[in-house]
């Protein structure tokens, strides 16, 4: 017979149906797969990740000038590789220089994506050190001078192939457990309730518990069983194989929970929700006053630079997606068209920017005459605030639900979007009576064009309450940069792929 058992107080493991015992948690150390999936990915994977790219990188660009730069033969590939291979743990070094190696360690979540930026410079960094490495080694008759032109073709394709690889190898630890990190929290708030909430959408995340001295939610109100007290956290972390400590808002002495916090080992990390998180966007900046750490709120606007990068960027990604989709468009067409009666194309009215309508572009994904029966169904709806959404639609047909769930049923909007109706990124498109309910800073959301994806579709779809919602569409405009979007961008085909909040 299987015995199954709750967490009681301070960390002690009960039988259901018992009453607390004094069995304690460090008894139920994870074993096997699981606990040593908590451990992050070991840097000689990353190292090894980078080899090849670098490898790779110069063999690709060294055959590409071998063709393109006059003076260089084609047979001359392999003296290129042997003249540009020594200069490698240069490009590696600069890489650990820039922290490439262990970034992810402190984040909640590993992602390739963050690093692009460090990526970029610490290449450009390896290049100057390998021109000023060969001027030396040359001036010593060591070996041959390297130019702009070769370092340019050594570092360019590093510049695709490193985040690749490294993407790839973190896609293949996520699926064998690797980047499993195990989480506790810290507080049992309303802001610690939240903060559950969004870590549980992560797949690679498990909240072990919270920890608390005086819990301001009970224990039914909280999706996480609580552990013990603030006290207990460092053997809590140790017996549970947490690696990750996220500090909400605790009813205890804020000098307590440092104490406590600064007990943790170096191989736990620590993530802290700011006060005033609703206005804290990932734009704010800190900055330290006599040893005082300032963040401050950035200004919720786009400037007119920003807009005009914002629409080259829709319009080449936009046209550019028609030409390349063009056979799918027409695939989708005909399966509409032969398997329900009515239009292919689905049109409504939705609320652009400065709450002026437009006519949004979708294929039509339910039956004609959906709208009104959507009266009859309003007491079903499954969302919260103005919205309305059913998991199980009885209008939608059995196309329409294969290409709701792949997003297939949105592509036309990229029309919408070449028309300057709507972005590729932006806040979510309501129509008229959904944003009528919106207002005050949350109307700040139309400041900017509705998008086709945004932060809304990368962090829970339809899954996400509505007031969740207003807070991501106020932190898109906030903090809005073409850095941003390109993220978002690249998080978004996941997202679909995994089908999380499409119905």
């Given at each position: 017979?299987?015995?199954?058992?709750?967490?009681?107080?301070?960390?002690?493991?009960?039988?259901?149906?018992?009453?607390?015992?004094?069995?304690?948690?460090?008894?139920?150390?994870?074993?096997?797969?699981?606990?040593?999936?908590?451990?992050?990915?070991?840097?000689?994977?990353?190292?090894?990740?980078?080899?090849?790219?670098?490898?790779?990188?110069?063999?690709?660009?060294?055959?590409?000038r071998a063709r393109l730069v006059p003076g260089?033969?084609?047979?001359?590939?392999?003296?290129?590789?042997?003249?540009?291979?020594?200069?490698?743990?240069?490009?590696?070094?600069?890489?650990?220089?820039?922290?490439?190696?262990?970034?992810?360690?402190?984040?909640?979540?590993?992602?390739?994506?963050?690093?692009?930026?460090?990526?970029?410079?610490?290449?450009?960094?390896?290049?100057?050190?390998?021109?000023?490495?060969?001027?030396?080694?040359?001036?010593?008759?060591?070996?041959?001078?390297?130019?702009?032109?070769?370092?340019?073709?050594?570092?360019?394709?590093?510049?695709?192939?490193?985040?690749?690889?490294?993407?790839?190898?973190?896609?293949?630890?996520?699926?064998?457990?690797?980047?499993?990190?195990?989480?506790?929290?810290?507080?049992?708030?309303?802001?610690?309730?939240?903060?559950?909430?969004?870590?549980?959408?992560?797949?690679?995340?498990?909240?072990?518990?919270?920890?608390?001295?005086?819990?301001?939610?009970?224990?039914?109100?909280?999706?996480?069983?609580?552990?013990?007290?603030?006290?207990?956290?460092?053997?809590?972390?140790?017996?549970?194989?947490?690696?990750?400590?996220?500090?909400?808002?605790?009813?205890?002495?804020?000098?307590?929970?440092?104490?406590?916090?600064?007990?943790?080992?170096?191989?736990?990390?620590?993530?802290?929700?700011?006060?005033?998180?609703?206005?804290?966007?990932?734009?704010?900046?800190?900055?330290?006053?006599?040893?005082?750490?300032?963040?401050?709120?950035?200004?919720?606007?786009?400037?007119?630079?920003?807009?005009?990068?914002?629409?080259?960027?829709?319009?080449?990604?936009?046209?550019?997606?028609?030409?390349?989709?063009?056979?799918?468009?027409?695939?989708?067409?005909?399966?509409?068209?032969?398997?329900?009666?009515?239009?292919?194309?689905?049109?409504?009215?939705?609320?652009?920017?400065?709450?002026?309508?437009?006519?949004?572009?979708?294929?039509?994904?339910?039956?004609?005459?959906?709208?009104?029966?959507?009266?009859?169904?309003?007491?079903?709806?499954?969302?919260?605030?103005?919205?309305?959404?059913?998991?199980?639609?009885?209008?939608?047909?059995?196309v329409g639900r294969f290409l709701r769930s792949?997003?297939?049923?949105?592509?036309?909007?990229?029309?919408?979007?070449?028309?300057?109706?709507?972005?590729?990124?932006?806040?979510?498109?309501?129509?008229?009576?959904?944003?009528?309910?919106?207002?005050?800073?949350?109307?700040?959301?139309?400041?900017?064009?509705?998008?086709?994806?945004?932060?809304?579709?990368?962090?829970?779809?339809?899954?996400?309450?509505?007031?969740?919602?207003?807070?991501?569409?106020?932190?898109?405009?906030?903090?809005?940069?073409?850095?941003?979007?390109?993220?978002?961008?690249?998080?978004?085909?996941?997202?679909?792929?995994?089908?999380?909040?499409?119905?």
């Amino acid at each position: 017979m299987t015995m199954t058992y709750r967490v009681g107080p301070a960390g002690t493991r009960v039988p259901m149906g018992e009453p607390a015992t004094s069995v304690p948690l460090l008894a139920r150390r994870p074993e096997g797969p699981r606990y040593l999936s908590a451990r992050r990915p070991q840097r000689a994977l990353l190292l090894a990740c980078d080899v090849i790219s670098l490898l790779a990188a110069f063999a690709v660009g060294s055959f590409v000038r071998a063709r393109l730069v006059p003076g260089e033969g084609a047979d001359s590939l392999a003296v290129n590789l042997g003249n540009e291979l020594p200069y490698m743990p240069l490009f590696l070094s600069a890489m650990a220089g820039y922290g490439l190696y262990h970034r992810n360690q402190r984040r909640v979540r590993s992602s390739s994506f963050l690093d692009m930026g460090a990526l970029m410079h610490a290449l450009s960094f390896g290049g100057i050190l390998a021109l000023a490495t060969s001027a030396g080694a040359h001036h010593f008759h060591l070996g041959p001078k390297l130019g702009w032109v070769e370092v340019f073709f050594m570092s360019a394709p590093a510049l695709a192939f490193t985040p690749a690889l490294r993407g790839t190898l973190s896609l293949v630890l996520r699926r064998h457990g690797v980047l499993h990190s195990r989480v506790v929290v810290v507080g049992s708030g309303a802001v610690a309730n939240a903060t559950v909430q969004r870590l549980r959408r992560c797949p690679d995340l498990e909240v072990v518990g919270f920890v608390d001295d005086e819990p301001f939610l009970v224990a039914g109100d909280m999706p996480c069983p609580r552990l013990g007290e603030i006290r207990d956290l460092p053997r809590l972390c140790a017996a549970s194989g947490a690696d990750r400590v996220l500090v909400a808002f605790s009813s205890s002495a804020p000098s307590q929970v440092m104490d406590v916090l600064r007990e943790l080992p170096p191989d736990v990390h620590v993530s802290v929700v700011p006060r005033l998180f609703e206005l804290v966007t990932w734009q704010s900046q800190v900055e330290e006053l006599h040893g005082l750490t300032v963040m401050d709120i950035a200004p919720p606007r786009l400037g007119l630079f920003s807009r005009a990068t914002k629409r080259t960027l829709d319009v080449v990604v936009s046209g550019g997606l028609l030409l390349v989709l063009s056979p799918v468009l027409l695939a989708v067409a005909v399966a509409i068209k032969l398997t329900s009666p009515g239009p292919v194309l689905f049109r409504q009215p939705r609320t652009g920017r400065g709450g002026v309508p437009f006519e949004i572009l979708k294929f039509r994904s339910m039956e004609v005459g959906a709208d009104r029966m959507k009266i009859d169904l309003r007491e079903h709806n499954e969302v919260d605030g103005p919205l309305f959404k059913l998991r199980d639609d009885p209008r939608v047909t059995k196309v329409g639900r294969f290409l709701r769930s792949t997003s297939l049923d949105e592509v036309p909007q990229l029309i919408n979007v070449l028309r300057g109706q709507m972005s590729l990124v932006g806040p979510r498109p309501f129509v008229p009576d959904e944003a009528s309910g919106i207002d005050g800073w949350a109307a700040r959301r139309f400041d900017v064009r509705p998008g086709m994806t945004g932060l809304w579709q990368v962090s829970g779809r339809n899954d996400l309450p509505f007031a969740e919602l207003r807070h991501l569409d106020y932190a898109y405009v906030a903090s809005w940069s073409l850095w941003w979007d390109l993220k978002i961008l690249w998080h978004t085909p996941g997202t679909v792929l995994r089908r999380h909040g499409a119905y």
